[in-house]
């Protein structure tokens, strides 16, 4: 499973989409600011979700988040971590089997009891990308993937390490 930190990989903002000398599409708008994605970042990102292979992470709320349009409309991922694992969104809403976990085991929510409680229900492996965004917050065995110019190649072969793993 690929967790990815959309906060600090994969939008990019208008001044650095007018440098890229590839196709971009517009994800979000708040305001006067937008943010850009490259067309095969997206793409990849849309097969990731589609396999149940990528969760997005994320410091921002719920409100937010829904203003990335990938994420509500093109790829709706099964599992989304908000407000820096606070919040857990399964099918684009609050987690309540999360909620009742936390009360059980009387935790706190934070990154740490998000990702356990997600190996619980899903037995997960972890690899997270970009690693320098990952390397101080999380203690849970994984994978890092160092930051890459080209996401969509870096996106390519974790799909293809997934099927393999799927098929082999």
């Keep these: 499973m690929l967790l990815i930190d959309i906060d600090h990989s994969l939008l990019f ?3 650095t989409m007018e440098t890229i000398a590839v ?6 708008r708040v305001g006067e600011e937008k943010r850009f994605m490259t067309m095969r970042t997206h793409l990849r990102l ?8 990528l969760i997005p992470f994320t410091s921002r709320t719920i409100e937010a988040f829904r203003h990335l349009e990938l994420f509500q409309i093109d790829a709706k ?4 971590i908000l407000e820096n694992g606070k919040i857990l969104l399964k099918d684009g809403k609050p987690d309540k089997r999360y909620a009742n976990w936390l009360r ?8 740490e009891t998000v990702l356990r409680y997600l190996e619980e229900v899903e037995q997960f ?3 997270v990308y ?10 849970r065995p994984h994978q890092a993937i160092l930051r890459q110019e080209d996401e969509a190649t870096m996106l390519d072969d974790v799909f293809k390490q997934m ?3 799927q098929h082999g």
């Design 13 to 15: 903002d208008e001044t």
């Design 23 to 28: 196709p971009t599409l517009l994800v979000e």
């Design 46 to 53: 849309k097969r990731l979700v589609e396999k149940n292979g």
């Design 77 to 80: 991922p099964k599992w989304s």
């Design 104 to 111: 059980q085991y009387e935790e706190e929510p934070s990154l």
């Design 125 to 127: 492996n972890w690899t």
């Design 130 to 139: 970009p690693a320098e965004a990952w390397e101080k917050r999380i203690n």
């Design 163 to 165: 099927n393999d793993s």
